[in-house]
């Protein structure tokens, strides 16, 4: 079986539970400390998706992010491989008018070029080859059109063994993790793309589960917040996000 099923068989099956419970509320799981650069995602998103505008969301998994897009209005055309989180999706979010849904390989994307005003993604650029994603992304996208993403960046040596120790324990595949998100790969978009914005967060976070048991999550979110904003955490940080417009 090939990385990419194995990942599309994990989501088919945590889909396939969660349908069967009928339990549609998937919390993020997130620390209050660790939440700064899901909270600058969706500001950014806020500040650049107008109204009217074609969102596609790629990767969009249990819809973790989704909820967001379509409480703010917005026109949301969400994909993912894994056919059972789709079928997720379209149940969770039936009541929505603006709202699609289908299964699609963010390698190939089914789409006509210049499709979409705005492409965002929440974690999954390490489930496609990164370099066929990002040409498939400026594809669909129009011209002045924005991709927004947040993700992982893995050039921090902590965070890089702590995510081998979990392909070890089997909840990555050894594909994701060597297409996690780096440096090399956010400079290459900076050449694809006409203006590319980088904003850096979390050089601190591999300390927190220390941290934790003498300090309470507001105080540490105020501290990696306060140490991102004076530091210069480019290659230590744990995530990122992006802002490219074609």
């Not at 993604?121 to 927004?148: H, Q, T």
């Not at 309470?216 to 904003?229: P, R, V």
């Given at each position: ?116 005003d705005v492409i ?43 995510r081998y120790i ?41 300390l927190f589960p ?37």
């Amino acid at each position: 079986m090939t990385d990419k099923n194995i990942e599309k068989k994990r989501y088919d099956d945590r889909a396939i539970k969660l349908i069967e419970a009928n339990n549609f509320e998937v919390p993020l799981g997130l620390h209050s400390y660790m939440m700064e650069p899901i909270d600058s995602y969706k500001k950014n998103l806020l500040a650049n998706v107008f109204n009217g505008a074609r969102v596609l969301e790629i990767g969009a998994g249990m819809g973790e992010n989704t909820e967001f897009l379509l409480n703010q209005g917005f026109n949301v055309h969400a994909t993912d491989i894994s056919s059972k989180s789709v079928e997720f999706l379209k149940k969770k979010y039936a009541s929505y008018s603006l709202f699609e849904a289908e299964v699609a390989d963010m390698e190939s994307l089914p789409f006509n070029d210049n499709s979409f005003d705005v492409i965002c993604s929440a974690g999954s650029l390490s489930y496609g080859d990164n370099s066929i994603v990002m040409n498939e992304i400026y594809r669909v996208l129009v011209k002045g059109g924005i991709f927004i993403a947040i993700d992982s960046l893995n050039n921090n040596p902590i965070y890089k063994l702590n995510r081998y120790i979990h392909f070890l324990l089997g909840n990555r595949s050894k594909s994701t993790l060597q297409r996690m998100p780096t440096i090399k790969l956010l400079e290459k978009y900076t050449v694809k793309f006409d203006n590319v914005e980088v904003a850096y967060f979390g050089s601190l976070t591999w300390l927190f589960p220390i941290l934790r048991k003498f300090l309470n999550d507001d105080l540490m979110k105020e501290i990696s917040s306060s140490f991102d904003k004076k530091i210069n955490i480019k290659k230590s940080a744990f995530k990122f996000i992006i802002k490219a417009i074609k």
